[in-house]
């Protein structure tokens, strides 16, 4: 059975504080990675991919990503009351249909 | 214009009633998904579909049907609902040729059946 593992959290941060998000897969063949934003009663929001080890960076997003360790994790820098949301963390081997996370729920505060 | 949407939004039926969930796209898009998500249960796949043509079953199929009318169109039915299908349902579409698998998720339908 091939897993995503998340926090569910909740995650608290103070406005402007880093939130750090962290997902662990299973299947050693997975070969991309993604972090969707969904806010409740929305659909998902893909705000990041990345495809090979190391860091990739948007804006105030960072994907890490590290193989060996099937580890994958998203920071948020300057957190934002509007950064409040569930993170989902989806994983895909070999094109096929992705595997989500439960997602970890995060919580900014004013 | 959304690029993928869905209709209906908002759909409450009764036990044994069949139902429709309707997802179009304007991505040009080859690949079709449907999912449920369910408090505490995630994303679940129910179907999927890379072309006309190919229709595969994902994690949890039983009970729901689909088909694929079009390269744009993906529709789900339960043939016969039931109150553990009361759950939002989203559609999402992603790229042919790309192995990275990008999806993106239409607005979804919440669906209640008492």
């Known amino acids: 059975q091939k897993e995503v593992e998340q926090n569910s959290g909740p995650l608290s941060v103070p406005e402007g504080a880093i939130a750090s998000l962290n997902c662990t897969y299973s299947?050693?063949?997975?070969?991309?990675f993604f972090w969707y934003r969904q806010y409740s009663g929305k659909s998902p929001e893909l705000i990041m991919s990345?495809?090979?080890?190391g860091d990739k960076e948007d804006g105030r997003f960072t994907a890490q990503l590290n193989k060996a360790s099937q580890y994958v994790s998203l920071l948020i820098r300057d957190s934002q009351p509007s950064d409040s949301a569930t993170y989902l963390c989806a994983v895909n081997q070999a094109g096929t249909a992705l595997i989500f996370g439960k997602g970890t729920t995060l919580s900014v505060s004013s | 214009d959304a690029d993928v949407t869905q209709t209906p939004r908002n759909r409450i039926t009764k036990t044994g009633k069949r139902i429709m969930l309707e997802c179009s796209q304007t991505k040009g898009h080859d690949r079709m998904y449907w999912y449920r998500q369910d408090p505490g249960l995630g994303l679940r796949l129910i179907y999927y579909?890379?072309?006309?043509?190919?229709?595969n079953k994902g994690e949890i199929s039983d009970g729901y049907s689909v088909s694929r009318q079009a390269q744009a169109k993906f529709s789900l039915s339960l043939e016969s609902a039931i109150p553990n299908q009361t759950a939002l349902y989203f559609c999402a579409t992603s790229e042919m040729g790309q192995s990275y698998n990008e999806q993106f998720f239409g607005p979804g339908t919440r669906l209640t059946v008492l």
């Open positions: 299947d050693r063949g997975s070969q991309s």
């Open positions: 990345i495809y090979s080890n």
């Open positions: 579909s890379f072309d006309v043509k190919d229709i």
